[in-house]
Each structure stands twice: as structure tokens, then as C-alpha cells.
């Protein structure tokens, strides 16, 4: 099983990778998390640019695509492939909404992802009120980083928002973090 957490910053989305793994732990199976943009040498990369000066659209799109390729032939395929659950922070509906407000068409990000990239079971998008996810977000780093203004998150709301598919699962990240983990286990359960 391949569950993926998406949403804007400040939606708690590594808390609930964490609650959901102890869980499906604790049932008996093999779980793996994991995070995008990665550790590796172009996740890293990113992570640095968004302190130090933001690269070119260009390169941040090649950037984002090069750590995912590797995060899926590395981690991904080969522990799907194992029938070990695969939980991520982000995945390419990350690079959908985040740079697609940087001019890129989601729609074609999406199709260059599905590519190389395997969709996800279950894609839960945790929606918040962006005047909370903004609050959080300065409780967490201090000061809003570059990626992080309040435009732009309204703009990432909205891709993530258009999302139609059948495995996306919206929920309600306003509530308490045990709650939003019932919630989601009860999507995965009702499959
Ligand atoms: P995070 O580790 O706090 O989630 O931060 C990662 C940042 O990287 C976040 O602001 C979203 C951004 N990002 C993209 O711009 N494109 C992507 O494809 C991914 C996975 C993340």
C-alpha cells in the first residue's frame, strides 16, 4: 500500500505520517516513511536554496524531478515491490501546486511524473484555514521562510482544492492531531 500526505505548509502532515505508521505498525505491518524533497543530494539542494536564495523555476523543477527519480527507484518501487507500506511527506502534487504558482502547468507536471512516478493508493490532502497554517508555521520556524508567503499558499490551496481523483481523500486538519488521525484511518478502513 502506497499512502501519501499532502498539503499546505503547517497542516501537521509529518505528525499524522508518524501516527499513521505507529498504527499500521502496531496491525503487523511493515512500514517504511519517508519525505519529500529528500535527504539525498538534490533534496538537499532544495532545502538549502529556500534559506540561502531561491534557484531559477527551471532548476528547482529539474531539481524536485531528479529527487524524486531516485526516491522512487531507491525507496519507492523497491519497497512496494517487497509489499511493504510506503507512507510519504509530499509527492509530486507537491510540485503540482508549488510550481505550478511558479508558471508551470500542474497538469503537465502531472503527466511528466506519472512517467516515472507510481500513484499513490491514498492521497490525503489535510485542508486548513491558511490564516492557521500561517500562525503554525511561524510557531514552527520562527519566521515564515520564502516558500512560505501567505500568496502562495492560497495558490498551492487551490491545486491541491482541484485535485478530482478517486484516491484523494480530503481532511480536516483544523481539528486535534488524535482526530485527524481517526479520520484517516477510517478512510482506510472504509476502502
Ligand atoms: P517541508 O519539508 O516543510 O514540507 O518543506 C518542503 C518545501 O518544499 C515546501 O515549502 C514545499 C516545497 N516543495 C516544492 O516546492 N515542490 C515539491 O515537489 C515538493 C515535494 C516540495
Known amino acids: 500500500m502506497f499512502i501519501v500526505f499532502e498539503g499546505i505548509d503547517g497542516t501537521g502532515k509529518s505528525t499524522q505520517v508518524k501516527l499513521l ?27 538549502q536554496s529556500a534559506e540561502t536564495g531561491r534557484l531559477s523555476a527551471q532548476e528547482e523543477l529539474d531539481l ?12 519507492i518501487k523497491p519497497a512496494l515491490a517487497r509489499g511493504v507500506v510506503v507512507i510519504l511527506d509530499r509527492y509530486f502534487f507537491s510540485t503540482m501546486a508549488y510550481q505550478g504558482i511558479r508558471g508551470f502547468d500542474p497538469t503537465e507536471i502531472r503527466r511528466l511524473n506519472e512517467k516515472f512516478a507510481p500513484i499513490p493508493d491514498f492521497v490525503f490532502i489535510l485542508e ?13 520556524d520562527g519566521q515564515a521562510n ?15 482544492a482541484s485535485l478530482t481523483d478517486g484516491f484523494v481523500h480530503r481532511i480536516d486538519a483544523g481539528q486535534t492531531p488524535a482526530n485527524v488521525h481517526k479520520d484517516v484511518l477510517s478512510d482506510i478502513s472504509g476502502r
Open 21 to 47: 505508521a505507529e498504527a499500521l505498525r502496531a496491525q503487523g505491518h511493515e512500514v517504511i516513511t519517508s519525505k519529500e524533497p529528500t535527504d539525498g543530494p538534490h533534496g538537499s539542494k532544495l532545502r
Open 64 to 75: 524536485f524531478h531528479m529527487d524524486r527519480k531516485e526516491h522512487v527507484e531507491d525507496l
Open 128 to 140: 486548513l484555514d491558511l490564516d492557521i497554517a500561517l500562525s503554525r508555521i511561524g510557531g514552527r
Open 146 to 160: 520564502e516558500f512560505e508567503q501567505r500568496d502562495a499558499l492560497q495558490k498551492c490551496h487551490d491545486v491541491f
